[in-house]
C-alpha cells in the first residue's frame, strides 16, 4: 500500500504546485486592485478632509 501510495506523489506534488501558482497570480492581482482602490484614496483624501472640516465649522 505505501508502495502504491509513493507512486502518486509526483501527481499530488504537480497538484500542489499549481495551485500555488493559481494562488500566487490571483494574489498579484488582488494587491494590484488594492493599490489601486489606495492610490484613487489618497488622491482624493484632502478634499475629503477639507470638507469635513468645513463642516465642523458650520455646525459651530
Not at 19 to 24: D, H
Not at 31 to 38: C, F, H, I, P
Request: charged residues 35%; proline residues 3%; hydrophobic residues 40%.
Amino acid at each position: 500500500m505505501a508502495v502504491e501510495s509513493a507512486g502518486k506523489l509526483p501527481d499530488l506534488f504537480e497538484t500542489l504546485v499549481n495551485r500555488t501558482v493559481e494562488t500566487t497570480e490571483k494574489l498579484k492581482a488582488r494587491k494590484a486592485e488594492a493599490d489601486e482602490l489606495s492610490v484613487a484614496i489618497e488622491a482624493v483624501l484632502p478634499e475629503i478632509t477639507e470638507q469635513l472640516m468645513l463642516h465642523k465649522k458650520g455646525k459651530k
